[in-house]
């Protein structure tokens, strides 16, 4: 039977702060994660309803589409912090999505998504650890588009219960794999290498961030090198069990972890 449990993911970058910026990083994550799950009222159409809450989340207005203790606090973070709202709006232009059946026929679309969804929540949260030159900005986009595809990748199962995927169609058709077999399972062979294309995807995007730890102060580059090596250490588990999301949730073993903490404190071995 297959277990379509979401796994327990970390949220990088919510907790590692002091003061006024862990209250502004939560109240981030917090806009973030409403949106999940968007508000919309009944009788609303959907692309009319999404136009003008971006347009009041760009203009620092009451929104419908989450709690009003939520949009007021991240409002007050970007204030305080002079934060970019442009990137409040991006998060729900992008949840629009998220609202009934969600597909992306090819990854071009579902790029135009993460840029949209993934990668300005990252940027809020990287400003906020005043990384903000435009090279910094290339390698948090990187980063988010890595979290984001793990994320959905060993999440799928819980994804496709809410009748969402977050893999191109294009690439199920490529591999002669339909939506159903992924809400069961089992990891057949044309499976096994749709997923492992997936987490070659993610990849080679915290490669392609990876960058960016050098330029961190030394709180925050030790919380990025955890969240990186525990990412691929996901990946390399998801591997081990040969792309088998059904079965159990991903997760890594105590020992695991305990060498992800050994990679983060004295490198790679």
Known sequence: MADDRAPDLPQPFYEEWFGERQVAARALWHWHSALVEPAVPSDASVDPF????????????????????????????CDQFDLNVDWLGAQVEAARLLVGTTRFKSADRLDTFVRLWAAPHARLLAHLADVTNSVQMSWVDELARGFFHLAHLVGLPADLK?????IPLDELHQYDVSVDHLRTGPA????????????????????RGHSLTQDLSFRKRYALRWYWHGALALIDELDRRDFDLWSEPIDLSRLRRIEVYLQVVFGRS
């Open 50 to 77: 999404f136009d003008e809450e971006r347009a009041r989340a760009e203009a620092c207005e009451p929104l419908r589409v989450m709690p009003e203790e939520t949009w007021s606090e991240a409002y007050e973070a």
């Open 188 to 207: 057949t062979e044309p499976v096994e290498r749709l997923l492992w294309k997936q987490s070659v995807r993610v990849r080679d995007a915290l490669q």
């Open 162 to 166: 809410k009748d969402r995927l977050f």
